[in-house]
């Protein structure tokens, strides 16, 4: 057939393959615009344009998805598939540069135009050319069935090169390059550069697959060399205790472990002297056997029991919590006279009393109380942290039978602590929680009952384990949230948060000193006045502990530190520098203040009253406001109040309404009326009954138009009697009042047996006064009596009031 060189004729889209002229390519046809097309070109004289697609997984290719230079193809065969599949067989003729791509629906057709073939001006300079040749067909034995070097030579130039190219394996748009290139000397060129790419791949390939043979045969030697030398070993009847098994052995009976461990572990090497050294089994019993051995059976730390020096290692650690340290000094007195009692001969009885949990709100000191104490003992310190285990395997390890099983985290401390006796922190337990996998807190009352944990058993080791002489500490933020049976094994101690007083000593003894080494300031005779100190902990951090205080300080000399070598740059460009920190500087050192105290209102508005709650983080002063509106008797509740404080209001009106005509109030006086009573800060959650007498003394101010004290806080749960209840968080709550500078404090009677706790400065400059019935509480908290109304006549209030100092 005449083919003209400007022709329009059906074009196919190929995927992941270049056709040069010349080569004969077979493929595959199934979408449903080709298979048309195909059927186009048979009709039209078997000639078709084939144009390869830039990205093969576009389905319906357009213009732009082609490469322009493709090539014209004369249809050779066609053979039908199933599910309306077609393989053809075509041969390249020409190539072709796309003019006009024209997608008709089903059918597909392109007007292009054939480019030149230029002729070859001879074979000098191909000698380059055909060695490169003669490379890639020894190192390709399926193109060298295909084609010959004498058969290169015999071909024109450029058919020479188009021939190559084809069997060439490369990627598309490396192949489509030399496609692309009209001029001999170019296509030439690109050629040889893909030929060069291949053989540096092969030489990779050679390379990797030399060494890959030779690892293999070196393995495959030493294992006939490992299986022969076990078989001569098994014939003479003897062991090489250099070898592993002769190793772990010997380590097994070193180990000093019980007859239970040491029987599993002679069991599960008899088993690993079984089995291939090369196998996954031997491997778990391998991992199995050190573990039993690492494990300290017999080690122990010498302990330090002098009451004096471990006084004076609490005493240089922290600061204040006398009677926190005293109760740890009590609590090491026992343990110094179980060991004498038992003798130098006996070994050091386990501790059978309670376990001491420290509660207290974070960096009050509860961790590094624990370390003291370790460091008093001259023991070592491991610490479990258990906040968000949910998993009981955490505790106990997992069974061998899982892959990748490990021991839980008791067994894997006590294998670093390397004593039998560390002190073991069971950090964070009140944060512990659980799901399908199991109640980590129910697998920890075996760690911590004396009676159970002489033989403790994890799932990993599947033998006893003797935890009877590790002396067990943990810490808890909230009491409320340990689990009852683990609290019922436990002596809480409370530990509150710091005064100012105990702060500003923490700060200079501990703090300062800590900062200064870790901002590498310590030789710059950097010193905090007081002045600043108590502004720094009274307007800059609002916590029970000390850790905002500590990162308060250390910006501090993290900018004295910048100025002192770039005097012109930051926020004290041009200063001299000065080691002494001022309060006056503060606020340019650190920015305004962050904490700003509720000052004292001189002017007293009815229905305002203070209030004194407990946060984890200790107490804080709870503002209650009141107000009435024009209404039919709703109390409206704001501020986010939890279900209890708000069934206290709901007891505080009723108490109100009860004795309405004492305070001076019509017997109807709900009727007209809505009262309002919110609790600023509304996005923080608040709940409890200890607001009780606040709401009612709020109700009744902005009822009877009586201001309440503003200098004055209060705490107390309501009944509907008036009688008030005793409440919890009393040393936190009288704390935070006096910080904020309130002057007197209502506290409920019962709780005068928690005065004692709260430190003497504060009970001194507090007026605190103990109320038994509402009644005192009016008396006390308003700036006046109610007046009765005249059907009532006035009743004096019980004197049950107490006031201490």
């Known amino acids: 057939?005449?083919?003209?060189?400007?022709?329009?004729?059906?074009?196919?889209?190929?995927?992941?393959?270049?056709?040069?002229?010349?080569?004969?390519?077979?493929?595959?046809?199934?979408?449903?615009?080709?298979?048309?097309?195909?059927?186009?070109?048979?009709?039209?004289?078997?000639?078709?344009?084939?144009?390869?697609?830039?990205?093969?997984?576009?389905?319906?290719?357009?213009?732009?998805?082609?490469?322009?230079?493709?090539?014209?193809?004369?249809?050779?065969?066609?053979?039908?598939?199933?599910?309306?599949?077609?393989?053809?067989?075509?041969?390249?003729?020409?190539?072709?540069?796309?003019?006009?791509?024209?997608?008709?629906?089903?059918?597909?057709?392109?007007?292009?135009?054939?480019?030149?073939?230029?002729?070859?001006?001879?074979?000098?300079?191909?000698?380059?050319?055909?060695a490169a040749v003669e490379g890639f067909l020894g190192r390709n034995p399926d193109a060298s069935r295909l084609l010959s070097l004498d058969q290169i030579r015999e071909l024109p130039l450029g058919k020479a090169i188009d021939t190559v190219a084809g069997l060439v394996p490369a990627e598309v748009r490396q192949k489509q390059h030399v496609l692309e290139q009209v001029d001999l000397n170019s296509r030439l060129q690109s050629l040889l550069e893909l030929l060069e790419v291949d053989t540096t791949r092969s030489e990779v390939d050679r390379t990797l697959e030399e060494k890959t043979r030779q690892r293999l045969d070196q393995d495959h030697k030493q294992y006939v060399l490992n299986e022969k030398m076990r078989v001569i070993q098994q014939e003479l009847g003897k062991k090489d205790e250099k070898d592993e098994s002769g190793r772990l052995r010997a380590a097994i009976e070193e180990a000093g472990m019980t007859e239970e461990a040491k029987g599993k572990a002679l069991e599960e090497l008899e088993r690993l002297e079984a089995m291939p050294p090369q196998s996954a089994e031997a491997t778990v019993s391998r991992t199995y056997i050190e573990w039993l051995i690492a494990l300290p059976w017999k080690a122990m730390a010498d302990e330090r029991l002098d009451l004096t020096e471990a006084e004076k290692v609490l005493d240089e650690d922290h600061a204040g919590?006398?009677?926190?340290?005293?109760?740890?000094?009590?609590?090491?007195?026992?343990?110094?006279?179980?060991?004498?009692?038992?003798?130098?001969?006996?070994?050091?009885?386990?501790?059978?009393?309670?376990?001491?949990?420290?509660?207290?709100?974070?960096?009050?000191?509860?961790?590094?109380?624990?370390?003291?104490?370790?460091?008093?003992?001259?023991?070592?310190?491991?610490?479990?942290?258990?906040?968000?285990v949910r998993?009981?395997?955490?505790?106990?390890?997992?069974?061998?039978?899982?892959?990748?099983?490990?021991?839980?985290?008791?067994?894997?401390?006590?294998?670093?602590?390397?004593?039998?006796?560390?002190?073991?922190?069971?950090?964070?337990?009140?944060?512990?929680?659980?799901?399908?996998?199991?109640?980590?807190?129910?697998?920890?009352?075996?760690?911590?009952?004396?009676?159970?944990?002489?033989?403790?058993?994890?799932h990993y080791l599947d033998v006893g384990y003797d935890l009877s002489q590790v002396l067990f500490l943990a810490t808890a933020n909230v009491r409320h949230q340990i689990p009852e049976p683990l609290e019922d094994r436990l002596e809480v101690l409370d530990l509150s948060g710091y005064t100012l007083r105990e702060k500003l000593a923490i700060a200079e003894a501990h703090l300062i000193p800590r900062a200064l080494e870790a901002t590498g300031m310590k030789g710059m005779a950097v010193k905090f006045e007081k002045a600043a100190l108590e502004k720094l902990i009274q307007h800059y951090t609002r916590e029970a502990g000390v850790r905002q205080l500590e990162r308060e300080l250390s910006n501090v000399l993290r900018k004295l530190a910048r100025h002192s070598l770039q005097p012109h740059k930051g926020d004290m460009a041009g200063e001299a520098f000065n080691p002494v920190v001022t309060a006056e500087r503060l606020p340019k050192l650190l920015g305004p203040e962050k904490v700003l105290d509720p000052k004292l209102d001189e002017h007293a508005v009815p229905g305002v009253v203070n209030g004194l709650a407990w946060t984890p983080t200790g107490g804080d002063l709870l503002t209650i406001e009141a107000s009435v509106l024009p209404g039919k008797g709703v109390l409206k509740l704001t501020g986010k109040l939890g279900e209890v404080m708000q069934e206290s209001a709901n007891i505080a009106l009723s108490f109100v309404r009860a004795r309405a005509e004492r305070l001076g109030l019509a017997p109807d006086f709900l009727e007209k009326v809505d009262i309002h009573l919110h609790v600023p800060e509304g996005a923080i959650p608040k709940d409890g009954p200890s607001a009780g007498i606040t709401l009612a003394t709020a109700l009744i101010s902005v009822l009877t138009g009586i201001p309440a004290r503003p200098d004055m806080a209060m705490t107390g749960e309501l009944t509907l009697r008036g009688m008030v209840l005793p409440i919890g968080g009393v040393k936190e709550k009288l704390l935070a009042a006096h910080h904020m500078g309130r002057k007197a404090v209502?506290?409920?009677?019962?709780?005068?047996?928690?005065?004692?706790?709260?430190?003497?400065?504060?009970?001194?400059?507090?007026?605190?006064?103990?109320?038994?019935?509402?009644?005192?509480?009016i008396e006390l908290a308003l700036t006046r009596r109610p007046t009765p109304r005249a059907s009532e006549p006035a009743k004096p209030a019980p004197d049950q009031s107490q006031t201490a100092q």
């Open 746 to 777: 209502l506290l409920p009677a019962e709780n005068a047996r928690h005065l004692e706790e709260v430190p003497a400065e504060v009970r001194e400059q507090l007026s605190i006064h103990l109320v038994g019935h509402m009644d005192e509480v």
């Open 321 to 388: 919590l006398e009677k926190i340290k005293a109760r740890i000094l009590e609590h090491l007195a026992v343990m110094k006279r179980l060991k004498d009692e038992a003798g130098e001969a006996g070994e050091t009885r386990a501790l059978r009393g309670p376990i001491l949990c420290l509660v207290g709100p974070p960096g009050v000191g509860k961790t590094s109380l624990a370390r003291s104490i370790a460091r008093a003992l001259n023991r070592p310190f491991v610490r479990l942290s258990l906040g968000g």
């Open 391 to 458: 998993d009981e395997a955490e505790i106990r390890g997992h069974r061998r039978t899982y892959i990748g099983s490990m021991p839980g985290r008791i067994i894997s401390l006590m294998k670093k602590a390397k004593v039998r006796n560390p002190l073991m922190l069971l950090d964070e337990i009140d944060k512990m929680a659980h799901d399908y996998r199991g109640d980590p807190s129910s697998a920890l009352l075996e760690v911590l009952d004396p009676e159970q944990n002489s033989a403790f058993q994890d």
């Open 1 to 130: 057939m005449s083919v003209p060189k400007t022709l329009t004729l059906p074009a196919i889209p190929i995927r992941d393959l270049v056709l040069f002229p010349g080569a004969r390519v077979p493929f595959v046809v199934g979408r449903r615009g080709s298979v048309r097309t195909l059927e186009l070109a048979i009709k039209a004289g078997d000639h078709l344009l084939m144009l390869t697609q830039k990205d093969p997984r576009q389905e319906s290719p357009k213009s732009e998805d082609l490469f322009e230079v493709g090539t014209l193809a004369l249809v050779e065969s066609v053979i039908a598939l199933p599910k309306d599949y077609y393989k053809v067989g075509v041969k390249g003729v020409a190539r072709v540069r796309l003019r006009k791509y024209l997608d008709e629906g089903e059918v597909i057709q392109a007007e292009a135009y054939m480019l030149p073939e230029p002729a070859a001006t001879g074979q000098e300079g191909l000698a380059p050319f055909h």
